[in-house]
């Protein structure tokens, strides 16, 4: 089975700058055309499965608004894990 | 999202502490944040966030004092590097670093900052090269390439009259303080992970009392390159990297055995 994981895209930090949208590479990230941010921003959103938890769009943005999780391996579930990408 | 979602994950990647709450008042896709993002994640992975002092300078980056979760100082343009030794001479074990833009630190503080590299203080500069004033609407930096059009060179730099893009990090690295100078560039998560990797080397450059240290960045400036964030990407790849080659220009040899 593929790898699943998922993105959160905060409100409050995104710009709608498109940056995420062009890195990702399943191409799973689009802006929001049907909502505006507080300050008036598209924000980034999931638009199909497929996401890998691969954390580049976390990696590109200006902002800091995304936080990426990743699906654990079924021998390793409940033993959440708090890892940081170099 | 669901309960099985929140029971079976791992988070690949979130916001680093040494980042305060504030959203930044940066145009759209700047890179600014990304410099700024990756400042903090390492002071996070070094554990210092705490005893770390930043020098903000005057530029669009005159408000990182609000952006860093730590103490900071401003600075008035260009004199970054001189308040930072002062902070670093007065409070020798915290880790004190500048944020700088090129007009700050290559034009008006063009003497601040090769004067603190001559004298090996043991402080961590953060340069970022955007090509252009950005704060003050798009004028001619020393940083601009030849032919780049700006609000004060409409038809494109000209050598002849305004001369040529200043190299800070190849200028620095003959200097004798110098322990750490490296130059990298925001424009992809590949360089993006190498950049974080040399302001990596530069603090631990400082913790380890080795003389100045320095990493510029080439980062992107979308409003007033009157581009989109995408397109500034790009033009950071193909335009600025040829004329800023990316790369280390000094390691002290006591970083050599440094893993990071
Ligand atoms: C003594 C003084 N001279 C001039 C200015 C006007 N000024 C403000 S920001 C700036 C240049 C900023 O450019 P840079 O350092 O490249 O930072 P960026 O805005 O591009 O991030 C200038 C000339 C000033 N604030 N103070
Ligand atoms: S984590 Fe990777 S795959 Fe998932 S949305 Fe971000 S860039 Fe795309
Ligand atoms: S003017 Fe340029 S450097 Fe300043 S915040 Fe906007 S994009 Fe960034």
Known sequence: MPVTGWIEVNDHYCKGCDICVAAC?????????E???????????????????????????????????????????????????? | MTTLHQINHQIVYQRPESLSDTNTHYCPGCTHGVAHRLVAEVLDEMG????????????????AYKYFNMDFVEAAHGRAPAMATGVKRVLPQN????????????????????????????????????????????????????????????????????????????????????????RGSLHDAKHIRKAK??????FETQE????????????????????????ALDFIAEQMVPVFPLGEFKTNPELAKLRV
């Open chain 2, 95 to 182: 880790t004190v670093y500048t944020y700088q833009g090129d007009g700050d630190l290559a034009s008006i503080g063009m003497a601040e900052i090769m004067h603190v590299a001559a004298r090996g203080e043991n402080i961590t500069v953060i340069f970022i090269n955007n090509a252009i004033y950005g704060m003050t609407g798009g004028q001619m930096a020393p940083t601009t390439l030849p032919g780049m059009k700006t609000t004060s060179s409409p038809l494109g730099r000209d050598v002849e009259l305004s001369g040529f893009p200043i190299r800070m990090s190849e200028m620095l690295a003959t200097m004798d303080g110098a322990g750490y100078i490296a």
């Open chain 1, 35 to 86: 909502r505006l941010t507080p300050k008036g921003y598209h924000p980034a959103h999931l638009v199909s499965e497929g996401c890998t938890g691969c954390g580049i769009c976390a990696i590109v943005c200006p902002d800091a608004a995304i936080t990426v999780y990743r699906e654990t391996p079924q021998r390793t579930r409940q033993k959440i894990t708090v890892q940081e990408i170099a």
């Open chain 2, 48 to 63: 210092i966030r705490e005893k770390t002092i930043g020098v903000a300078p005057v530029g669009c980056s005159v408000f």
């Open chain 2, 208 to 231: 380890r009392g080795l003389g100045f240290s320095m990493v510029e960045l080439l980062s992107s400036c979308p409003t007033n390159w009157k581009i989109t964030p995408n397109e």
């Open chain 2, 197 to 202: 990797k040399a302001i990596r080397i530069a």
């Open chain 1, 25 to 33: 590479p399943p191409n799973v990230i689009a802006l929001n055309m």
